[in-house]
């Protein structure tokens, strides 16, 4: 359960850091870079509220591989767009002794395909992490005492692995890219330091144990449930 719940906030935390980042990488407008995040925000607001009702629907590890191989798909998405064939431009030589001129110009998705990707990846991210927060509500059933102990364990597992990520990429940024400029760095960690979270996610819920279904017999206070079976007679409670 740590790891599950641990991928999955790498998967939204990371989405919501490099989005922007890539966006700066690939020149584009600063309303993009304004409004991109609102969508992924948005996005997952929306993702959010569909889990429940995906949950009823579906079942909660159906609801899981629904929200990774939505964020799976984002990830491809942009896999394809980045390895699309790059635009040649060719120029007359100013030179006689070169007659052409070659410009490279290399792919970058458009505002559009910004839009569509990043809040598709910004919901997926959101769901998984919502359904993480209940998976770990079921393991603490009803053990209540110890209900703040595995949060902060959770929570502190979490935090430690997005700092380690987040400062190890930024440091290999700028030993990478400290000669060169870099036009599809954050792409590529968009491609696969958030496809492999939620393939851990997608992982662990597979192999995850089906959460159990207690009857009315099993809860402990029987009287906050109206009523309740016993080797006597059912006995009510009217309030």
């Given at each position: 359960?740590?790891?599950l ?8 935390n ?14 584009q ?15 997952g ?8 009702y ?40 100013d ?92 792409g590529?960690?968009?491609i ?16 995850a ?8 017999t099993d809860?402990k ?19």
């Amino acid at each position: 359960m740590g790891v599950l719940y641990t991928a999955a906030r790498l998967a939204h935390n990371g989405s919501i850091v490099f989005v922007p980042l890539y966006i700066q990488e690939t020149r584009q407008s600063s309303q993009l870079l304004a409004l991109v995040p609102l969508a992924m925000n948005i996005a997952g607001l929306i993702g959010s509220v569909l889990v429940k009702y995906l949950i009823q629907c579906c079942g909660k590890k159906a609801c899981y591989f629904i929200a990774s191989t939505i964020g799976l798909i984002s990830c491809s998405w942009l896999l394809v767009d980045m390895n699309l064939p790059v635009q040649v431009n060719v120029h007359p030589g100013d030179n006689s002794t070169i007659p052409l001129t070659l410009t490279v110009t290399s792919q970058s998705p458009s505002a559009l395909e910004f839009y569509l990707f990043s809040s598709i990846m910004g919901g997926a991210a959101a769901m998984v992490v919502v359904l993480s927060l209940t998976s770990t509500s079921d393991l603490i059933d009803d053990n209540t005492e110890t209900g703040a102990f595995v949060y902060g364990c959770m929570s502190f597992a979490d935090k430690l692995a997005n700092g380690i990520l987040i400062a190890s990429i930024q440091g290999f940024h700028s030993w990478v890219c400290s000669d060169t400029v870099c036009t599809s760095f954050y792409g590529q960690v968009l491609i696969y330091g958030i496809g492999a979270p939620f393939l851990v996610v997608l992982f662990c819920s597979l192999i995850a144990p089906k959460p159990r279904q207690k009857s009315l017999t099993d809860r402990k206070d029987p009287q906050a449930y109206g009523s309740f079976e016993t080797s006597e007679p059912v006995v009510e409670f009217v309030y």
